[in-house]
Each structure stands twice: as C-alpha cells, then as structure tokens.
Nanobody, 120 residues
Framework: QVQLVESVGGVVQTGGSLRVICEASGRIFTLYAMGWFRQPPGKEREFVAAIQSRGVRVYPESLKGRFTISRDNAKNMWYLQMNSLKPEETAVYYC??????????????WGQGTQVTVSS
C-alpha cells in the first residue's frame, strides 16, 4: 500500500505564495506519476500539476508560469510552489500518485487534503 500525507496548508493574501508538500510512504517504488489536484468550495476536483517519472511536468494552461511542481525521490516527497495566488484558488489541495506514468482523477492514491485559503 501507499500512504500520502500533505503538509499543513494555510492562509495567504492575494498575490502571495505558498508551498505545499506531499510525503509518500509504503510501496513507493512502484509510483511513477505524482501530482496535485484541488477542490474549491462547491466545485469539482480539478487537476493542478503532475510530474512524471522522467521529470516531465504537466500543468493546465491557466497555471503555467505561476505554479511549479518538483519532486525529491530520495526523500519520497513532492512539492507544489504556488505564486501570485488568487482568491478563487482557495480550495482543498490533494496530492495524488499513480503507478502509471500519468495522473488523472482515477489515480489510486490520495492524500487527505490540505486547506489553502487566499484572502482578498
């Protein structure tokens, strides 16, 4: 099994930055794609970023240039650096992982979620 745990999120002002961290434990050698989703209040969960086994990073077009995903395989951790945050990006942020080299909502492994609030 694989367990994912996110770092505590937080409250940040509009235009501010925040980094969230995900740490994996368990059968992590089988993981290939890792990444992040978010779920704003009253909305569906949406894709934020992913990093594949060869280091290829994937983002929605709307987040390119502001969000950066990275991973530290030695520490079994991956990170999401979020810059220039907007109030509409207030959401619960979830890390996720898959044994396939692509990340979708059908990923088998999820963290418990961490709240990120962007104040206006």
């Amino acid at each position: 099994q694989v367990q994912l745990v996110e770092s505590v999120g937080g409250v940040v002002q509009t235009g501010g930055s925040l980094r969230v961290i995900c740490e994996a434990s368990g059968r992590i050698f089988t993981l290939y794609a890792m990444g992040w989703f978010r779920q704003p209040p009253g909305k569906e969960r949406e894709f934020v970023a992913a990093i594949q086994s060869r280091g290829v990073r994937v983002y929605p077009e709307s987040l390119k240039g502001r969000f950066t995903i990275s991973r530290d395989n030695a520490k079994n951790m991956w990170y999401l650096q979020m810059n220039s945050l907007k109030p509409e990006e207030t959401a619960v942020y979830y890390c996720a992982a898959d044994r396939r080299d692509r990340l979708t909502l059908s990923a088998p492994y999820w963290g418990q979620g961490t709240q990120v609030t962007v104040s206006s």
